[in-house]
C-alpha cells in the first residue's frame, strides 16, 4: 500500500485454525476444502514496524479481539485482503488463513462534487449512505442503493460491482463509474481517475477492477456519474395469487409506466411472514392477506399529478386485469419507508431464525420462481425456503434457511442448484459475486475459456497471487 492509502492493516489470526473455524460457521464448507498455500510469507515484526512506519501506530491493529470484530486479518509475498465495509454475502472480504486485511475504512474523504454535471469523486472507503447524503443535498442521487447502505463503502460497491435496489433504471456500476484509482499488487498507483463521460482512448482497463473482488487492485478512488434527484417519488406494495400474474405484471409496468418506473422488487409470503416476525418497526400494509406474492413497485418522475395518476390508473387496470390482487400507493414518507423496510429486511431477517443458505441467482424471469418451488419439494419441513429479489432484473435471491448447517442438507441443494440454474443459462452469482464461498463454482456459469482467460489477467497484475487469495477463481487455474 503506498502512501496514498490511507486505510488500516489487520494482522490476521497467527492460528489457521481458528481463522478456519470462523470461516466454516461464516461461510459454509467452502473454507474448509483450501489448504493454505505455503509459498505466502508468514507476517513478521520487521513487516509491522514497516506498516507502522508508513500508517503509523493507530493503522496497524493486531489486537485478535478487535481484528476478530472485523468477522475475522509487503516483504515478498504477504497476501493481503482489501476489506470495505464487509458487508458482503460471499466472504470475499474476510481472510482464510493469515492474510493481512487491508481496510479502507480510513479513506473516506470526499475530493469533489461537480454539481453542474453530478460528479462525485471521493476516496474508496466513504460509506454508501454519507454519499447518497451529500448527493442529495445537491440535487442528485446516487445510482445505486441497497439495504447495506450503511455499512459498505463505495469502493467495496465498486468491488462487488454491487446491483441492488436502483439496477433496473440506472443500470450496471459499469455505466456510472467514470473513473478509478486503483493500486495494483506490485504497489503501482493506476490513475484512471478520470471524469469524462466518454472517453475511447484505448481499452477501458477501469471496467477489470469493477466486480473483481479485490484480486486484481485496491480500489483507492473512485468517479461516479449521480443522476439528478427527481422532485416526484411513489411507491406501491402490491398483492399477486400466482407467480405468473407477478411476472406479467412487470413487463405491464414495463410497458405503463415506461420511463417513470425505479423499482419492481418481488417476494414470497414466506419472506413477508419472516418480515413481520423479525424486521423491527414494520407491518404489513395489506393486513388480512392470504396472498403468495408480493411486488414493490417504485415511479420516480419530474411530475407530481402526472406521475401519481400514471402509476393509479396502471394499478386499476392491473386489479381489472386479475393480475393484481390487492394493493396500497403510499400516502406519505413513512408509509414508503416502511414498504421499503420490508423488502430490505428481508436480508438481515433470514440470517436471525437459523442457517442460511444463500443463493443469488440471474434465471430468465418466466422459469425464475420454478427453483424455489423445485427446493420446497426437495427440502420437505426440514427448511424454509424464501423467494424474493430485484425481479426487474431477473435476479432470484433464493435463502434456505435451516436450523443449522449440516452436510445433509448442504448435499440435497448443492450441486442441484448450481446445475439447474445453469441448464438455464442463467448466472450462479448474479450481484453478489463469488468471493470465497462461490469460487469453485465459476464453471457453471462461464466456459473453460473464459475462465483461463481470467487466471491469465490474474497471472499478469498479480504474478505472486498475493490479492485475495483463494477468491473468485477456482485453485486449480491459477
Ligand atoms: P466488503 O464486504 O468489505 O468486500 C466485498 C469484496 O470487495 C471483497 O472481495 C473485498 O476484498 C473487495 N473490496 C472491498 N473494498 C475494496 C477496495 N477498496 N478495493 C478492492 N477490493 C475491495 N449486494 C448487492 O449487489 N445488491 C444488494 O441489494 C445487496 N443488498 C445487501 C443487503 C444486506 C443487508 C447485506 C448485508 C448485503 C447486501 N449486499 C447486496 C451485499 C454487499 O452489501 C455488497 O456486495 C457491497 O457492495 C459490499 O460492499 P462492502 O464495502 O461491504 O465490501
Ligand atoms: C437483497 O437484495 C440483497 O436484499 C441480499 O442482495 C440478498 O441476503 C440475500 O440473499
Ligand atoms: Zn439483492
Known amino acids: 500500500c503506498g502512501p496514498t492509502t490511507s486505510g488500516g492493516i489487520y494482522e490476521g489470526q497467527s492460528s489457521a485454525n481458528k481463522a478456519c473455524e470462523v470461516q466454516k460457521r461464516t461461510f459454509g464448507s467452502a473454507a474448509t476444502h483450501i489448504q493454505r498455500n505455503p509459498a505466502y510469507s508468514e507476517l513478521n515484526s520487521d513487516d509491522v514496524s514497516y506498516f507502522k512506519s508508513v500508517l503509523g501506530e493507530n493503522g496497524v491493529v493486531q489486537d ?3 481484528v476478530m470484530s472485523c468477522k475475522c486479518r509487503l516483504d515478498g509475498r504477504l497476501a493481503v485482503v482489501p476489506q470495505g465495509g464487509n458487508t458482503g454475502l460471499v466472504g470475499g472480504s474476510v481472510p482464510v488463513y493469515d492474510e493481512v486485511i487491508v481496510g479502507l475504512a480510513g479513506m473516506d474523504k470526499i475530493i469533489s462534487f461537480d454539481n453542474v454535471n453530478g460528479i462525485l469523486t471521493s476516496e474508496a472507503g466513504c460509506v454508501l449512505e454519507n454519499l447518497s447524503k451529500l448527493v442529495e443535498n445537491e440535487g442528485f442521487i446516487m445510482p445505486l442503493d441497497l439495504g447495506a447502505k450503511g455499512s459498505c463503502h463505495i469502493g467495496g460497491n465498486i468491488s462487488t460491482n454491487a446491483g441492488g435496489l436502483r439496477f433496473i433504471r440506472y443500470g450496471s456500476l459499469h455505466g456510472s463509474v467514470l473513473g ?7 504497489g503501482t498507483i493506476l490513475d484512471m481517475l478520470t471524469t469524462l463521460r466518454k472517453d475511447n482512448t484505448g481499452y477501458d482497463l477501469k471496467h477489470l477492477f469493477i466486480g473483481s473482488e479485490g484480486s486484481l487492485g485496491v480500489v483507492t478512488k473512485i468517479s461516479v456519474l449521480t443522476p439528478a434527484k427527481l422532485p416526484s417519488t411513489n411507491v406501491a406494495f402490491l398483492s399477486c395469487n400466482d407467480y405468473k400474474s407477478c411476472q406479467k405484471l412487470l413487463l405491464a409496468a414495463r410497458r405503463s409506466l415506461g420511463e417513470i418506473l425505479s423499482a419492481f422488487e418481488f417476494m414470497d409470503h414466506h419472506c413477508i411472514d419472516l418480515a413481520m416476525r423479525h424486521v423491527e418497526g414494520v407491518h404489513n400494509p395489506l393486513p388480512a392477506s392470504p396472498y403468495k406474492f408480493y411486488v414493490l413497485i417504485e415511479t420516480t418522475g419530474s411530475d407530481e399529478s402526472y406521475d401519481k395518476t400514471k402509476l393509479e390508473a396502471f394499478l386499476l387496470r392491473s386489479m381489472e386485469d386479475g393480475l393484481v390482487a390487492d394493493g396500497v400507493i403510499a400516502q406519505d414518507i413513512s408509509q414508503a419507508t416502511n414498504f421499503w423496510q420490508i423488502r430490505e429486511g428481508i436480508s438481515e431477517a433470514s440470517v436471525k431464525v ?3 443458505y444463500k443463493y443469488d441467482l440471474s434465471i430468465p424471469v418466466e422459469k425464475l420462481y420454478d427453483i424455489v418451488e423445485e427446493m420446497r419439494c426437495r427440502l420437505g419441513d426440514s427448511a424454509e425456503v424464501l423467494g424474493y429479489g ?30 439447474w440454474t445453469s441448464a438455464q443459462r442463467g448466472s450462479i452469482s448474479a450481484e453478489h459475486g463469488l468471493g470465497l464461498m462461490k469460487a469453485e463454482k465459476i464453471h457453471y456459469s462461464k466456459s473453460p475459456e473464459a475462465v483461463q482467460l481470467m487466471a491469465s489477467i490474474k497471472k499478469l497484475l498479480d504474478p505472486n497471487s ?7 477463481l477456482p485453485q486449480s487455474v491459477l
Open 64 to 66: 485478535e479481539d478487535r
Open 180 to 186: 478509478l484509482e486503483v493500486v495494483l499488487a506490485d
Open 354 to 356: 437459523g442457517a442460511v
Open 390 to 419: 430485484h425481479l426487474g432484473d431477473g435476479n432470484l435471491h433464493l435463502n434456505i434457511v435451516s436450523s443449522k448447517y449440516d452436510d445433509n442438507t448442504l448435499g440435497r441443494i448443492e450441486p442441484f442448484v448450481y446445475e
Open 466 to 472: 498475493i490479492l485475495n487469495p483463494y477468491k473468485v
